[in-house]
């Protein structure tokens, strides 16, 4: 009990440092106004091969037990469930395989609402599917202690087989180890759907949310910046978006995804405990995917 004290004072002066990092960062990702039309990182180069624009379906694979991503020389540790904890103070060690299978459906729920393709989410290990979107979910902490909880590349037009997505998990326990199970799942999916949202074209709305209710930006998916409370609650894909730009389409070819209609999604508010204060969390460090 005295361990989790001093780690759980530890990840206070860490939330800290990650409420003023998030203030002074720019970029894809943050807490800052987006150009009209979202925000446009920076193009890179990339040796990913194009996709084939006749896929009907697109594979997802949950990674938890870590692995190499090119953001860092050495493997990403896998999410130690031990380090995540229920309100009664019991620790999710046990309840691993039951958390895996619920975030997969979440995730598989939220992704249902895109056209046209459809979207298999398996879990897996991603040097079994080197040319599909794997999630990599880590109990690592971003590379220079930014407040990101989630990265990936921007895709427009869904052109590329492959693609790899980072749940920051020690980035995401600093804001708060103790969760319900079901606030665990929503704010592990909407983190991962978030990114994979990324993969296929979607980019930050923050410039046209006008006429959105508080309600429908708590539940909107593709926000740079969320409250925790808002993660903790169910969210999904709400605002339309032009994914592959015609210009593109006629240049590339790949997918422009749409939005399925469906009724309006019913939010259960999160009642937050005293001790945990809501804060913002910046959602994503993102790059362009070349093409």
């Known amino acids: 009990m005295l361990a989790r004290a001093q780690n759980r004072h530890l990840r206070r002066w860490s939330q800290v440092a990650t409420i003023v990092a998030a203030a ?3 970029g894809c990702g943050v807490n800052l106004p987006a150009p009209a039309g979202g925000s446009v990182p920076t193009e890179q180069p990339t040796e990913n091969p194009v996709r084939n624009p006749e896929v009907i379906a697109k594979t997802v694979v949950l990674d938890w037990s870590g692995g190499f991503a090119d953001v860092s020389d050495e493997p990403l540790l896998g999410l130690d469930f031990s380090e995540l904890y229920l309100p009664s103070g019991d620790s999710l060690e046990e309840m691993g395989p039951m958390l895996q299978e619920s975030v997969r459906h979440r995730v598989a729920e939220i992704l ?4 046209p393709t459809g979207f298999e989410v398996l879990i897996g290990e991603a040097d079994d599917y080197p040319d599909d979107t794997v999630v990599l979910f880590t109990s690592d902490t971003v590379p220079g202690d930014g407040p990101q909880v989630g990265q990936t590349k921007l895709d427009r037009c869904d052109l590329h087989a492959s693609a790899t997505v980072i749940v ?4 995401l326990l ?8 079901e606030q665990w799942v929503n704010v592990l999916a909407n983190i991962a759907a978030h990114e994979i949202g990324h993969t296929v ?3 930050h709305p923050d410039a046209v949310l006008t006429d959105l209710s508080q309600h429908e930006k708590d539940a909107a998916l593709m ?3 969320h409250t925790l409370s808002a993660l903790l609650g169910p969210q999904e894909f709400l605002i339309p978006q032009e994914t592959c730009p015609e210009e ?3 240049v590339y070819g790949g997918v422009a995804y749409e939005l399925v209609e469906s009724p309006a999604i019913k939010r259960t508010p999160v009642t937050y405990r005293a001790n945990l204060p809501d804060d913002e969390v910046v959602m994503c460090n993102c790059s362009h995917q070349g093409h």
Do not use: I, K, Y
């Not at 600093?174 to 199970?181: A, I, K, P, V």
């Open 24 to 26: 002074l960062v720019s």
């Open 112 to 115: 249902g609402a895109l056209v």
């Open 168 to 171: 920051w998990g020690g980035t």
């Open 174 to 181: 600093n804001l708060g180890d103790e969760h319900t199970f």
């Open 201 to 203: 074209g979607f980019f």
């Open 223 to 225: 926000l740079a910046v």
């Open 248 to 250: 593109m389409e006629r």
